[in-house]
């Protein structure tokens, strides 16, 4: 799933970032649609049922968490999306409590603001003049809507139930992803820049769709199938560590201070959020 992040930083240099969504999942939708198709034909009257939240599930997983880390790639680094994007589990908790009733006890607001303060510090780059004067990088804050996109996904992803088996499922997720992100891939291609159909589309559309598409997104439903919403919130947790590692090694970026106390600060909370769940399982 980490692999996202490559394909944030070294993709959008060869294919505008709502293009490179857009394709990606349609790319997934038409590797999957041969092995599902008769199944949902038979099924229509399920996808019929369920295709508001299917919509949404797709508007959210492949929309919103489909094109903001593309378009923060632009703007940002590596390791400030992979730091940034793993207060995603606390955004679960908060949906989860508000939506669900899960109860949050005092430990679990205290890794909250924990893990909030180190995304901030990540965000500002640990510099209160650039919260003063309001001058954030466009690229976190475009990282930080998708974190709270894909709670959402994961968050109703598993509570919601469905009729259909997972890949039926994920094939109406990635089409609904289509769906969602079209007008804005025209819009882009109308005003802001036309995609080059080449080589290097071809290579980083298959790539995005594969790895950290259909491969990642499959592992994580049947993790969370296993594990429930939150708890597979933990595969989250490690982006930090590897978006470090592809960034340094690719990209040649550098880690600042301010990237290992918001880092401290994620895992702190992350820690007290989560060490009720983890003495119960």
Partial sequence: MASNLVVARGGVEFVPPISLAFWRWVVVFLILLPFTYLSLKKNFKVVKKEYKKLF??????????????????????????????TSSPIFIILISSIFFNEKINFTKITG??????????????????????????????????????????????????TE?????????????????L???????????DKTLFNYNFLLWVVFAAVSPGIIAFTL????????GASLTGFTLYIFTVYAAIYGYFLFDEKLENYHYIG???????????KKKNVKQS
């Avoid at 492949?62 to 940034?84: D, E």
């Avoid at 510090?121 to 996109?149: E, P, R, S, Y």
């Avoid at 259909?164 to 969602?180: D, H, K, N, P, Y």
């Avoid at 994580?220 to 594990?227: G, V």
């Fill in 164 to 180: 259909l088996e997972i890949f039926q499922r994920f094939t109406l997720i990635a089409l609904s992803g289509v769906i969602s």
């Fill in 220 to 227: 994580y439903t049947l993790a969370q199938k296993q594990l």
């Fill in 112 to 161: 909250l603001v924990a893990c909030l303060t180190g995304v901030f510090a990540i965000i500002i780059k640990g510099d209160l003049n650039l919260l003063v004067n309001l001058t954030f990088t466009i690229g976190d804050l475009w990282m930080l809507a998708a974190a709270i996109g894909w709670a959402l996904y994961s968050i109703y992803l598993f509570y919601w139930k």
């Fill in 263 to 273: 880092t401290t600060l994620v895992f702190f909370g992350v820690y007290l959020a």
């Fill in 56 to 85: 949404f599930l797709g508007a959210m997983g492949c929309g919103v968490c489909g094109a903001f880390p593309f378009l923060a790639g632009q703007t940002t680094t590596v390791a400030n999306m992979g730091i940034i994007y």
């Fill in 182 to 192: 079209l007008p804005f891939y025209i819009g882009e291609e109308i005003f802001f």
